[in-house]
């Protein structure tokens, strides 16, 4: 891949690696502060909130920086636009999400409030759509240190909250506060770095959805076999178990930013390379799933080996029962991000309609074996679910489905070593 692509990974993976030891001590120490139900509670609002997510976004986020490379001349309103599409959807999604909880959670007070507080954030994340302009100029570094900036402030107002040993309802705060610092710093460095000036175009925001709508649904059902299995959890099991489940879903997502600085590096470059040379478009896929598949296997097999110990050092004694549900869950790590990067084929092949089928697929196999499993197996069950379904969804299904069968052939490919040690020696000549 070309060396534009590691220079900007390496800037999303430097500043995020400061941010995930924060994340980790931070975050380590809220889960031991909090307890097992209470930090139930707080993953149980943040799955709610992440269901109203994917409607809020309007499928946009899958788009823009393909639009931006399309028209560069208009990327003021399409940015502007964006923006004031997403803020109108997440104020009808903030309603939405208070009034479910306030239905399935009658009477529970503080699990209201905490997702009332924890719904903010979908307002203040329709701001942030100004990344996808920096990826799209190869210019993650700018996204990556304001989220670097944003998390250390966040980081203090926590710290804060556990001196003065404040509820949960005050963490449920935090990542709006979050979202709010990266939206306003990517702004301001927006225009310093001579971005267009921001302008509103319905005309325009009506071609964007015609093609960003194939996504909404998609990115829904994505959301279900994502969380599903935590609000299934909380309901059937309890606020406990969700506390544990969430504990190894957080191991899990600590590495989580490598493959995304990653594959967003990967996007454009190979959306560019769609348009010139048909060949080194499809190596550039195969690379990418090369690498993706390289790195997660080494994270599944080294936390299967290692649960307890990991637990034990992270979490303490109080959370023995995350190490068995995280040696099963890590493995759907692998196939989830074989999704990401079929996406981004799809986009690229704009075949985008036959998401929909494809998730709405993915999302029911998920419920279905979550109802089945967690009677039997309890959380554990749910982590079969997990791995079942996305090896279903990213695997299996565009073997079956002749459209996207294209896309499977370069995943095969891209599981021989050879491609990740040619890849390796010519860095390694370069250098």
Known sequence: MKNSVFKNAGWIIGCKIIQSILNLIIGL????????????????AASVVAFAMPIMQLGLKHTLVKEFIKDPDREGAILGTSIILNIISAVFCMVGSVAFVMLVNAGETETILVCALYSLTLILNATEMTQYWFQSKLLSKYPSIAALVAYIVVAIYKIYLLVSQKSVVWFAFSNAIDYFLISAILMVIYHKVGGQRLSVD??????????????????????????TDRIMINLMIGEAETGYYSAAITCIGISSFVFTAIIDSARPIILEEKNKNK?????????????????????????TLFAQPIVYLLYGTEYLKTAGILAVSVWYITFGHYGSVRNIWILAEDKQKYLTGINIAGAGANVVLNFCLIPIWG???????????????????????KPIRENNYLMLKGLNPKVLISMAKRVCHRR
């Not at 554990?380 to 079956?400: L, M, P």
């Open 29 to 44: 120490i809220t889960a031991r502060y909090l307890g097992p139900s209470n930090y139930g509670v707080i993953s149980y």
């Open 202 to 227: 319905w005309r325009l925001g009506k071609q964007m959805l015609s093609a960003s709508k194939y996504y909404i649904i998609p990115s829904l059902m994505v959301i279900i076999f994502q969380h």
């Open 279 to 303: 060949e080194v478009y499809q190596k550039r896929i195969t690379q990418l799933y090369s690498i993706i598949t390289c790195l997660s296997l080494a994270q599944c097999i080294v936390m």
């Open 379 to 401: 959380t554990i069950g749910a982590a079969v679910a997990s791995v079942i379904t996305q090896f279903f969804t990213n695997v299996i299904i565009g073997f079956v489905f």
